[in-house]
T-cell receptor, first 113, second 116 residues
């Protein structure tokens, strides 16, 4: 079974731009969660989607948004990029029978200049 | 509020010896715990988990122990191998009351270095 895939793997943007990251979960997994990892803050939860609905959201500003499609693929968008948004963005999926165990993709490394 | 804490930023162990990674938590509602291993520039890889109804779970060289009264868990790796060198995170689903879907709360991580 293929793992969680994320595209692109690396991205360089400038302040003020917006960015969209994509995540394809493991087949059969319907929950997709997004995390931001930075050296100072560690792994921080952004939001979670299930059946195209956002069920949970972390403490991030409204510039961070996401969505999920009917095939469970998910995207996250960051608008008006700031230098502090430079981070590794991780997507994770879980299966309905064991929602507590999340499987992560390789991440998208975003650098904001 | 750091609900999951890994107080040792790093650990250095000789190949073949035991590695013990520790994790403390403050939220008594946590009832399931996971350990992840992470290499640089990669996503975390799920290693092993434990439910609060158990005090030990074993999978090959990896064993997790849970002490609920002390709100403490540990990951034992025996024997340690150089390929185990990575950052290890403990995590707990923040689903107390069923209101925190899909959210894992992570510790800060411990860098394990296994020397040949």
């Amino acid at each position: 079974k293929a793992g969680v895939t994320q595209t692109p793997r690396y991205l360089i943007k400038t302040r003020g731009q917006q960015v969209t990251l994509s995540c394809s979960p493991i087949s059969g997994h319907r929950s997709v969660s997004w995390y931001q990892q930075t050296p100072g803050q560690g792994l921080q939860f952004l939001f979670e989607y299930f059946s195209e609905t956002q069920r949970n959201k972390g403490n991030f500003p409204g510039r961070f948004s996401g969505r999920q499609f009917s095939n469970s693929r998910s995207e996250m968008n960051v608008s008006t990029l700031e230098l502090g948004d430079s981070a590794l963005y991780l997507c994770a999926s879980s299966r309905p029978s064991r929602p507590e165990t999340q499987y992560f993709g390789p991440g998208t490394r975003l650098l904001v200049l | 509020d750091q609900q999951v804490k890994q107080n040792s930023p790093s650990l250095s162990v000789q190949e073949g010896r035991i590695s013990i990674l520790n994790c403390d938590y403050t939220n008594s509602m946590f009832d399931y715990f996971l350990w992840y291993k992470k290499y640089p520039a990669e996503g975390p890889t799920f290693l092993i988990s434990i439910s609060s109804i158990k005090d030990k779970n074993e999978d090959g060289r990896f064993t997790v122990f849970l002490n609920k009264s002390a709100k403490h868990l540990s990951l034992h790796i025996v024997p340690s191998q150089p390929g185990d060198s990575a950052v290890y995170f403990c995590a707990a689903p923040a689903n107390a009351g069923g209101t925190s879907y899909g959210k894992l709360t992570f510790g800060q991580g411990t860098i394990l270095t296994v020397h040949p």
